[in-house]
């Protein structure tokens, strides 16, 4: 999943003939979930129609105050247009309206918008090599750097003119990869590894039975998700479960067993800046496993259990600088239990659920959790849906790592 996905985009076209490969630009916006509308200087009509680019947009684009074709004129509000985006994109931007951008020029739909836009605005210029190194335009990118505007360079390669250097609009694929990776950039999470355990662990009694429990990985997967979003590289070391995920910043690893889980986790531990244990791991399994399944000859069955490894007290024992998060579900003495384990594992916080709050624990799309790091501060949350709650948990990490 890209980091655009589910982000409003207001594409702002002007009148160059880059403004042709804006058909592709916004193909590429969509396809990364994003939700696209397009303003189009009326000199941009000249170069491609509005109608491709509502189609692939599936918004209506605008170019005027009004709406032209309608008789009961309809104000196309601007101010609207810009509360609407998340971001606003000016491509290609001509060295007319960056000019006209740089001195607060009103004179049409786009730039009003952009007056308006109150969030990150880029701007992908798209000129002949000698406009883009007239001191005029020098001087508008200089006017947008400091209103913090965010160029997308152009490119070095043959122009419409004939001539070859500077001034190709950057290529759509690499304007939504700019995109993606200037957003990533100011996220807290960017440049960490997050190691994440989620779910059940089965363990084999023989080829056909396990013995599990009912975590329904929900937990882990939310966590995975709002640190990816927040920037961080994620690896998610899960046992069975019906959870899904597709992003870009998110490595899954299905494991079965805890001792599988334990071997994985063992593998990423060195390189993690944080690890988050958010998995129900069995804490015995099968002495022996039958190679064959077992038949029901006897009455009783006696299956003879051993304790498997404590996957976060191991990395209680290892750790460097990583920032170690453990989770408690107890049912009675909450809180002093929690507090024991945190001490014992060698934590530096853990997310105590109590299985005695409603709507809290396992197959829920709620929890209701404490936190208690490790200098004994205590943080109690209201019943929250489990996104909610990675996300208090992150921020909760982010103020304990930048301290
Ligand atoms: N955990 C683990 N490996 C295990 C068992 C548990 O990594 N073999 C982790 C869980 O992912 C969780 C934390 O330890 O983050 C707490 O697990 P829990 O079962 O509640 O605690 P235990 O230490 O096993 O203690 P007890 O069962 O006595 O409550």
């Known amino acids: 999943m890209s980091i655009l996905s589910g982000k409003n985009i207001l594409l702002g076209i002007t009148g160059g003939i880059a403004a042709y490969k804006t058909a592709s630009l916004v193909r590429l916006f969509v396809k990364t979930g994003a939700k696209v509308k397009v303003i ?9 129609t509005p109608l491709t680019l509502s189609t692939l947009s599936k918004h209506p684009v605008h170019s005027s105050f009004t709406n032209e074709e ?14 609407w985006a998340d971001i606003f994109i000016v491509a290609p931007a ?3 309206t960056l000019s006209k951008m740089a001195n607060g020029v009103c004179d049409n739909l786009l730039l009003a918008t952009y007056l308006s836009a109150k969030c990150p605005v880029y701007f ?4 002949d090599l000698d406009m883009y190194k007239h001191p005029s335009t020098i001087e508008s990118f200089k006017k947008l750097d400091a209103f913090k505007n965010i160029m997308i360079p152009a490119a070095t390669g043959e122009l419409a003119s004939g001539l070859v250097g500077e001034g190709r609009m950057a290529e759509p694929e690499d304007i939504v990869e700019f995109i993606e990776q200037d957003i990533l950039g100011t996220l807290p999470l960017n440049g960490k590894k997050i190691l994440i355990t989620a779910g059940p662990t089965y363990e084999a009694i023989d080829p056909v039975r396990f ?3 009912h975590s329904s990985g929900k937990m882990g997967f939310e966590i995975a998700k709002a640190a990816a979003n927040l920037g961080a590289e994620v690896v998610l070391i899960t046992g ?3 959870q899904n995920v597709t992003h870009s910043n998110i490595k899954i690893v299905p494991v079965i067993s805890a001792q599988d889980m334990y071997n994985e986790v063992h593998k990423y531990f060195d390189t993690t800046n944080i690890a988050i244990l958010s998995a129900a791991v069995a804490d015995f399994t099968p002495k022996e496993v039958a190679s064959q399944k077992i ?14 490894k ?5 990395l209680g024992v290892i750790k460097k600088n990583q920032f170690l998060v453990g989770f408690a579900l107890e049912t009675n003495n909450e809180l002093e239990n929690a507090k024991g384990k945190l001490k014992r594992k060698n934590l530096n916080l853990i997310v105590l659920n109590s299985l005695n709050d409603k709507g809290a624990g396992f197959k829920t799309d709620t929890n209701k959790v404490t936190f208690i790091d490790d200098k004994e501060n205590i943080l109690e949350f209201q019943l929250k849906s489990k996104s909610e709650v990675a996300s208090d948990l992150l921020n909760k990490i982010i103020s304990e790592i930048d301290a």
Request: negative net charge; without cysteine.
């Open 40 to 48: 189009m200087t009326p000199a941009a009509k000249d170069f491609i």
């Open 70 to 83: 309608d008789d009961n004129a309809v104000w196309n509000n601007h101010v609207d247009l810009g509360l």
């Open 94 to 96: 001509t060295a007319n």
């Open 124 to 127: 992908a210029p798209a000129m």
């Open 211 to 213: 013995i599990g429990n």
């Open 240 to 242: 069975p479960t019906h």
């Open 295 to 308: 038949k029901k000859k006897s009455e009783t069955l006696t299956l003879e259990l051993e304790k498997t």
């Open 310 to 314: 404590d996957i976060l007290a191991s």
